[in-house]
């Protein structure tokens, strides 16, 4: 029996080690170790065995077939790593080769100008405050000096919600909300998108972006708002800008002023840009309403103010030339990525 174990043991090895790939190893495992297999018919014959003989043969069978067992396993292993290796041989990736360029994005130019303007009124000592973009009549109207008969209503007609609500004309509603929640002194701008049912061209979208600006302390005077818009004007356009006021009306200032700058294009010598009068309107401001004060609870006797509203988009199109505000708004990226 033992020579005939060494035999098989002899031919197994060459079998496993001749083996290419796990389907012949798995038929190697069955052809000795199976149910059927050579060394189970060895270990059936023990019984025709002296009994004396069976204890030394069947450790002879046993060793055997752990000595097989363990081969074919050493085996399988190696198959595996030789499959993994040529794998990652096949999915190497060059990594000395260039990858694929990817685009880097950039800030809307309304961003661009809007942080800028921040930096500006920040660096001046003012707030940034927010409001909603969903606001009540109250807010954007009564209390803002614009009763529900008053003719300033048609100017800004503007999308109405149900239960009395509406989309905010102007981000002064939020300057309402600041009055009410904090006491005098208050610097506080309002950057946002506000909505009006203007019919869309080269200078009118009915959604747009402002930003507000709101003063309220003891001794305030129209002196100082032209103080703070020419400063405003020479940081945004240049140092050599000059600064017109204009008397106008606004209900929720007075005295009130339309606000030009000259002409970057020109330097205030008349051209296309400016329609030959050498000046851009950009911003309406004035100081704030007595009746505006009194109805955030703020004694006009005792406090002043002023306010402004500058457009955004205005002060972009300006700022960078842009003939047509329609532009800002159609995610064209040829013109954004000028940016």
Known sequence: MKEKLEAIKAAA???????????????LRVKYLGKKGELTAMLKQMGSLAPEERPAAGQLVNEAKQWLESLIAQKKEELKSKATELKLKAETIDITMPGKEV???????????VNDMIDIFQS????????????????NFECLNVPADHPARDMQDTFYLADGLLLRTQTSAAQIRTM????PPI???CPGRVFR???????HSPVFHQLEGLVVDKGITMCDLKGVLEQFAKEIYGSDTKVRFRPSFFPFTEPSVEVDVSCSECGGKGCRVCKGAGWIEILGAGMV???VLRCCGIDPDV???????????????????????RLLFENDKRFLEQF
């Not at 060459?14 to 389907?23: D, I, P, Q, R």
């Not at 009410?180 to 006491?183: D, L, M, S, Y």
């Not at 306010?307 to 972009?316: K, M, P, V, Y």
């Open 180 to 183: 009410e929640n904090r006491r």
């Open 289 to 291: 309403h007595p009746n």
């Open 13 to 27: 090895k060459s079998a496993v080690s001749a083996a290419a790939g796990e389907k012949e190893i798995e038929e």
């Open 103 to 113: 685009a880097a994005g950039g800030l809307h130019p309304i961003n661009i100008v």
């Open 197 to 203: 049912a203007d019919e869309v061209d080269a200078t």
């Open 187 to 189: 610097h506080a701008i």
């Open 303 to 325: 406090y002043s103010g002023f306010a402004f509203g500058i457009g955004i988009d205005r002060i972009t199109t300006t700022r960078y030339k842009i003939s047509d505000i």
């Open 124 to 139: 001046m000592g003012f707030d940034v405050v927010d409001g909603p973009e969903v606001e009540t009549d109250y807010y």
